[in-house]
């Protein structure tokens, strides 16, 4: 079982930068994906950044077009920690943010589906203020 527990959430300012980690934990896997979304007050979960794992290494990043060049999404190549690098926050960007691990190895767009993620953390509230 795969355990997700993300970090780094809080307030800032528009126009601020916030930096999530995820850190993940559980039995050794070798091709997989790892993801973003967020779920703002009345809205539906959303797809932020998705980043693919195989041979022990990262590859493919893709993003939603509402946070392309603003955000930025890495892991390490062992699996263990993700990062979305946040800058240039707006107002629009407040919302519970998600961690997600799929069970299988997909990548690019098809990484976008929620429901391809086996695994699920918590959440961390990023609020940003006008």
């Known amino acids: 079982q795969v355990q997700l527990v993300e970090s780094g959430g809080g307030l800032v300012q528009a126009g601020g930068s916030l930096r999530l980690s995820c850190a993940a934990s559980?039995?050794?896997?070798?091709?997989?994906?790892m993801g973003w979304f967020r779920r703002a007050p009345g809205k539906e979960r959303e797809f932020v950044a998705d980043?693919?794992?195989?041979?022990?290494?990262?590859?493919?990043?893709y993003y939603a077009d509402s946070v392309k060049g603003r955000f930025t999404i890495s892991g390490d190549n062992a699996g263990n920690a993700m990062t979305l690098q946040m800058n240039s926050l707006k107002p629009e960007d407040t919302a519970v943010y998600y961690c997600?691990?799929?069970?299988?190895?997909?990548?690019?767009?098809?990484?976008?589906?929620?429901?391809?993620?086996?695994?699920w953390g918590q959440g961390t509230q990023v609020t940003v203020s006008s």
């Open positions: 997600a691990s799929t069970g299988a190895y997909c990548s690019g767009s098809r990484c976008s589906d929620p429901g391809r993620y086996a695994y």
């Open positions: 559980g039995p050794p896997r070798s091709n997989y994906a």
């Open positions: 980043i693919s794992w195989s041979g022990g290494r990262t590859h493919d990043t």
